[in-house]
T-cell receptor, first 112, second 120 residues
Framework: DQQVKQNSPSLSVQEGRISILNCDYTNSMFDYFLWYKKYPAEGPTFLISISSIKDKNEDGRFTVFLNKSAKHLSLHIVPSQPGDSAVYFCAASSQGAQKLVFGQGTRLTINP | EAGVAQSPRYKIIEKRQSVAFWCNPISGHATLYWYQQILGQGPKLLIQFQNNGVVDDSQLPKDRFSAERLKGVDSTLKIQPAKLEDSAVYLC??????????????????FGPGTRLLVL
């Protein structure tokens, strides 16, 4: 039973354009959502988070949107840069930022 | 500030052998996590410690996996005996704030580079 799903295994975007990564969840108890970024041979690195009391959180080029009624969140990267090429994991929790449930990941490739 | 350290980085063993992984969290971090990441999947939580006590080990296969954090700092994760399906990356993470309450923004988990295990 996959509670957090990232249905796109990969995404290719041109440098300078917007990258949109999507994530769906099924557990209505989740109230905190995070995005992690992972480079090869490294551990995941925290990118941005959002609480269920908000519908948007912004940090520089990164914005996360939460649609609670649709149980959907998305990560927007504008403008996309070559260094953004990585695997992005969506994660959710019903206990703050603890006991995270991760999605399968989306591999983002930024083309020059 | 030094990050989460893990060793070894890579390990190849045969099935039925035993293996151990070591993790040193960020200094001062009370909470430590072990995750298993199978190829093509996201990390799955195996066990969570607060200081030297277990908070959650509900997803740890206790017939073959064990973990300890004796002095509330370093931790080891052991598999005995290993099976083919244990091939994965084992990630250690740590966070600052203890389990009870707290600001989620203060509970951010910081991950180590992982140990890649191949069971033949």
């Amino acid at each position: 039973d996959q509670q957090v799903k990232q249905n796109s295994p990969s995404l290719s975007v041109q440098e300078g354009r917007i990258s949109i990564l999507n994530c769906d969840y099924t557990n209505s108890m989740f109230d905190y959502f995070l995005w992690y970024k992972k480079y090869p041979a490294e551990g995941p690195t925290f990118l941005i988070s959002i609480s269920s009391i908000k519908d948007k959180n912004e940090d520089g080029r990164f914005t996360v949107f939460l649609n609670k009624s649709a149980k959907h969140l998305s990560l927007h990267i504008v403008p996309s840069q070559p260094g953004d090429s990585a695997v992005y994991f969506c994660a959710a929790s019903s206990q703050g930022a603890q006991k995270l449930v991760f999605g399968q990941g989306t591999r983002l490739t930024i083309n020059p | 500030e030094a990050g989460v350290a893990q060793s070894p980085r890579y390990k190849i063993i045969e099935k039925r052998q035993s293996v151990a992984f070591w993790c040193n969290p960020i200094s001062g971090h009370a909470t430590l996590y072990w995750y298993q990441q199978i190829l093509g999947q996201g990390p799955k939580l195996l066990i969570q410690f607060q200081n030297n006590g277990v908070v959650d080990d509900s997803q740890l296969p206790k017939d073959r996996f064990s973990a300890e954090r004796l002095k509330g700092v370093d931790s080891t994760l052991k598999i005995q005996p290993a099976k083919l399906e244990d091939s994965a990356v084992y990630l250690c993470a740590s966070s600052l704030v203890p389990t009870s309450g707290g600001d989620p923004d203060q509970e951010t988990q910081y991950f180590g580079p992982g140990t890649r295990l191949l069971v033949l």
